[in-house]
C-alpha cells in the first residue's frame, strides 16, 4: 500500500459538483472517509454571472470561501491535482503529494482556454472586449454594457463544448435590452457568431429563441468560429469551421465565450476519452475502464449540456453507484441525460429549458416551458440560487 495518507474515496474538485457528491456521500454515511482535493480558496455560483454582467446583482454575491462551503466530516486537501496511477489508486499533486484512494470521483470542471484565440487573453476585460464567463471579467461585461452609445455589439460561441451553453445567448439578450432601455438602440447593430450549426440543440427551444431573434432584430451567423481579436483595431476575425474562410468584423463590444476543454492534468492521463474528457458510462457514470473511478459535471463525457442542473440530477447516480460498488452490489441507479438551460432572454423574461440525452423536453411545470415568462426569470434571480448554496451543495437536493 505504501506510506501515502490513504482516504476512502478522493473527489478530484470542490466546485459544484465535487461538493455535492462529497455532502451526499456524508449524508449516506458519516462514517465514509472523504477527501477533496481543491486548491482554490473561493468558491463560486457561476449561473448567476449572466445577471452580473447585465448589473442585476453585484459579483460578490456569487462567492464564498471554500472553507464555508466544505461539507463537515470532509477533509479538505488543498492543493491541485496533478497526475494519477490509476493502477495503483494513487493521485499525486503539484505540491509533490501522494494520496491513495479506493474511489475516485473525477469533478474537476472545465478550463477556459484564452490562449486558443490570438489576442484575445490580452484584450479581454479591456476595451470592450468583456465575459461572463470567469469572475476576474464578469464586470467588465457590464461596463461595457451599460457604457455602450452604438454601433456593433458583437457576442461569439466557440467549437468547443462550454459550460452553460445557452449563456452566450443570454448576456446578448439582457444586453439588447438595455441597449433598448437606454435609448441607443437604434444605432446598434447586435450580432450572435457560432461555431455551431443552430441556435439551440433542442427543436421546442430552437424555434421559440429563434421567434426572439427575429422579434428582437438580433443578426445571427453561424458556423463561424472567432480565431483572432484585433483590439487595436477593434477587429473580430472569424473563421468558417467547414471552408476555413476568414471573416473580419468590426465591433464596438465584443462579448466572448472562450474555447473551453477538460483541465489540462486531466488530458495527461489514462482516465480520457478519445474526445478529451474523462471515459464514463452515460449512465451509470462508472469509468469505462476503472471501475472504481466515477466522474461527472463538466470535466465528464457525458454527452448532455455542462450545467449545474446536470449534476443536480447527475450527483445522486453517481453516489448510489459508487455506494453499491462499494457493497459489492450492482448498480442500479441510471442517469438519463437530464440537464436544464434557463434562458434569460430579458430583464423579466426567461425560457426554461429542460431536456434528456434524446433532446426530448423533460419539464417541471404544467404550462409550455417554451414561452417567455416573468415566472421563470424571478426562479432564476432568487429562488435557484437559495437552492444552490443551502440544498445542493448541503446534498439535500
Known amino acids: 500500500m505504501g506510506n501515502h495518507p490513504a482516504y476512502e474515496i478522493i473527489i478530484i474538485g470542490g466546485g ?29 455560483y457561476q449561473p448567476l454571472w449572466t445577471l452580473v454582467g447585465a448589473g442585476v446583482y453585484p459579483k460578490e ?23 494519477f496511477d490509476a493502477k495503483a489508486n494513487l493521485v499525486r499533486t503539484q505540491q509533490g503529494k501522494t494520496y491513495q484512494y479506493d474511489f475516485l470521483v473525477v469533478a474537476a470542471g472545465i478550463q477556459l482556454d484564452w490562449d486558443k484565440v490570438v489576442g484575445l487573453k490580452e484584450a479581454v476585460g479591456t476595451k470592450g472586449v468583456c465575459s461572463i464567463f470567469d469572475y476576474r471579467y464578469v464586470s467588465s461585461t457590464w461596463d461595457a454594457i451599460s457604457h455602450f452609445k452604438g454601433g456593433n455589439a458583437v457576442f461569439t460561441f466557440p467549437n468547443t463544448p462550454v459550460k452553460c451553453a445557452g449563456a452566450p445567448q443570454k448576456i446578448m439578450y439582457l444586453a439588447e435590452h438595455h441597449f433598448r432601455k437606454s435609448g441607443v438602440r437604434s444605432q446598434t447593430h447586435v450580432t450572435f457568431v457560432s461555431a455551431s450549426a443552430g441556435i439551440f440543440g433542442v427543436k421546442k427551444y430552437a424555434d421559440a429563441l429563434t421567434r426572439v431573434v427575429h422579434k428582437r432584430n438580433i443578426n445571427t451567423r453561424y458556423k463561424e468560429n472567432l480565431v483572432e481579436v484585433r483590439a487595436a483595431s477593434r477587429e473580430a476575425v472569424f473563421e468558417n469551421v467547414a471552408t476555413k474562410e476568414r471573416t473580419i468584423t468590426a465591433y464596438d463590444l465584443l462579448h466572448v465565450t472562450p474555447p473551453m476543454s477538460c483541465p489540462d492534468f486531466l488530458k495527461k492521463s489514462d482516465l480520457i476519452s478519445e474526445a478529451g474528457w474523462v471515459d464514463v458510462n452515460k449512465h451509470t457514470l462508472q469509468h469505462a475502464k476503472y471501475l472504481n473511478v466515477f466522474s461527472l459535471g463538466d470535466a465528464s463525457s457525458l454527452p448532455t449540456s455542462k450545467t449545474a442542473a446536470a449534476i443536480r440530477k447527475q450527483a445522486p447516480v453517481l453516489v448510489s453507484n459508487l455506494l453499491k460498488v462499494r457493497s459489492g452490489k450492482p448498480m442500479i441507479a441510471s442517469y438519463n441525460g437530464y440537464t436544464s438551460c434557463p434562458l434569460v432572454t430579458g430583464y423579466g423574461s426567461l425560457i426554461l429549458a429542460e431536456f434528456d440525452y434524446d433532446g426530448k423536453p423533460q419539464e417541471t411545470f404544467p404550462w409550455d416551458q417554451g414561452k417567455e415568462r416573468l415566472s421563470m426569470y424571478l426562479l432564476k434571480k432568487h429562488l435557484l440560487p437559495r437552492l444552490y448554496w443551502h440544498g445542493m451543495l448541503k446534498g439535500r437536493a
Open 16 to 44: 459544484s459538483a465535487g461538493l455535492t457528491v462529497a455532502a451526499r456521500l456524508k449524508r449516506e454515511n458519516l462514517k465514509i472517509g472523504v477527501a477533496v482535493i481543491e486548491p482554490s480558496s473561493h468558491h463560486y
Open 61 to 83: 454575491v456569487t462567492q464564498k470561501w471554500e472553507a464555508d462551503v466544505m461539507p463537515k466530516g470532509v477533509t479538505w486537501i488543498q492543493e491541485r491535482a496533478e497526475s
